[in-house]
């Protein structure tokens, strides 16, 4: 009796756990996102370590869920099952009464991310520059203006901030070592890095996601001429003419002091309002 009682007591004070796996769950999910990214631009790094004139392949994940759902029952049936005569049970024997104690727990839990496939153009060709000049330097392949492309995108004058060099080690499988940080791999080419390492994978990391979801900004300006009427040719009124030209002075003073105004960021479906990590609670 004692030991069906302790169940049912154990299994109600563990109904109350479900939103502490929830938040445990969806922190350890969260700090998988990091290591995504890392293994994106290592095993990128890896594929033009053995084949700069390859294409990228990147992704952004731009949502994800986690989700606790715990099930819990729990059954108490007694029988009643007399089995000596009236004068013995009132002697103190009693009758014979089984219980029979039942309970079931159920913990399912589901971790996801979405991605989104860096498919446009013009965010992959800056890419591909970027990671052939990780890759190659200032010995990046005539690919329309690469180095000045990439400039233009980050408003500096210096790409080695953004994205150093010399910071990853190359090899085979076997030339890792146990105490790499972080390994990425195209088929039999390894990069890996190590904790001096750690800094430039990071900025490399960051420059890489501003390329995949970062529009080119430029700043604009309006231009509006005004053309007067011309009596000789007939036209008595006069004719404004509005234009958005590339605001060149203003693109200047942007690189010289280093601030970069706010790009315009794609990373999904602009239809869909699916942003950020969802928790679900426990139904």
């Not at 986690?66 to 007399?82: C, E, F, I, R, W």
């Not at 991310?113 to 990780?134: E, F, K, T």
């Not at 085979?172 to 195209?186: M, S």
Request: net charge neutral.
């Amino acid at each position: 009796m004692r030991t069906g009682v302790l169940a049912i007591v154990l299994l109600s004070l563990t109904s109350g756990c479900t939103h502490l796996s929830l938040r445990d769950n969806t922190a350890q999910t969260a700090t998988t996102l990091t290591d995504i990214n890392y293994r994106m631009v290592l095993d990128n790094v890896a594929l033009f370590s053995a084949n700069p004139a390859a294409i990228p392949s990147f992704a952004v994940v731009n949502a994800g869920t986690v989700t606790v759902s715990d099930q819990k029952t729990g059954s108490l049936n007694p029988a009643y099952a007399p089995t000596l005569r009236l004068v013995d049970q009132a002697g103190g024997s009693g009758p014979i009464v089984s219980v029979l104690f039942g309970t079931n727990g159920q913990r399912l839990v589901s971790e996801n991310w979405s991605l989104v496939p860096v498919a446009d153009p013009d965010n992959m060709r800056r890419l591909r520059c970027a990671l052939q000049y990780i890759v190659l330097g200032e010995n990046i392949p005539d690919c329309g203006r690469c180095s000045e492309e990439l400039k233009e995108f980050f408003l500096v004058d210096d790409l080695a901030p953004l994205l150093p060099r010399g910071w990853y080690h190359v090899g085979r499988r076997k030339d890792v070592p146990r105490e790499a940080c972080y390994v990425g791999h195209y088929h039999d080419t390894y990069v890996w890095v190590d904790a001096t390492g750690l800094d430039a994978l990071s900025r490399v990391t960051m420059s890489a996601l501003d390329l995949a979801t970062g529009e080119l900004q430029r700043p604009q300006k309006t231009i509006v001429k005004t053309y007067k009427g011309d009596p000789k040719t007939g036209t008595l009124e006069s004719t404004q003419v509005t234009s958005t030209e590339v605001d060149y002075d203003a693109l200047d003073r942007a690189r010289r002091s280093g601030s970069k105004p706010d790009r315009e960021r794609v990373t999904d479906d602009p239809n869909k309002g699916n942003r950020g990590l969802f928790f679900v609670p426990r139904q």
